[in-house]
């Protein structure tokens, strides 16, 4: 089981997907503040909860490339589409992504399928 910190330009329905395959996604909405927590804040939050970071923001995927926080995370690269394309492109990638998550410290998710960019 992996948990996740979903980011805010996700939708929360993406939260409540990963619950049903047995994760524990939370959604930055549902922290204090969450909507007006900043990024490096966001990162340190789910590295403390042991979380990866879900987002579309590049700015995660530099900071850890960069080597600082999130230590996980999970970038979605497909650009603007429908919550409901969204969750389908998710369920049909989702052996590949279960997968991937269960040994990568950065996994991307785009149109085509997952990308394992490194190994933890």
């Known amino acids: 089981m992996t948990a996740f910190l979903i ?3 996700l939708p929360q ?3 409540t997907f990963l619950d049903v395959r047995g994760h524990q996604p939370r959604h930055i909405k549902d ?3 969450g909507t007006t927590m900043r990024d ?3 990162a340190r939050l789910a590295d403390a909860e042991q979380r990866f970071v879900v987002t579309k923001d590049d700015d995660f995927r530099v ?3 960069l080597g600082f926080p999130p230590r996980r995370l ?3 690269t497909c650009g603007n589409i429908t919550t409901r394309d969204l969750l ?3 369920d049909h990638h989702w052996a590949a992504l279960d997968d991937a998550i ?3 410290t950065y996994v991307e998710v785009n149109r085509r399928g997952v990308v394992i960019h490194d190994l933890t």
Do not use: E, K
Request: net charge negative; hydrophobic share 45%; with cysteine.
């Open 7 to 9: 980011d805010q330009q």
């Open 13 to 15: 329905s993406l939260a």
């Open 31 to 33: 922290y204090p503040g």
């Open 40 to 42: 490096r804040d966001i």
């Open 63 to 65: 900071a850890h490339l």
């Open 74 to 76: 999970l970038h979605v």
């Open 88 to 90: 389908a492109l998710f």
């Open 102 to 104: 269960a040994s990568c």
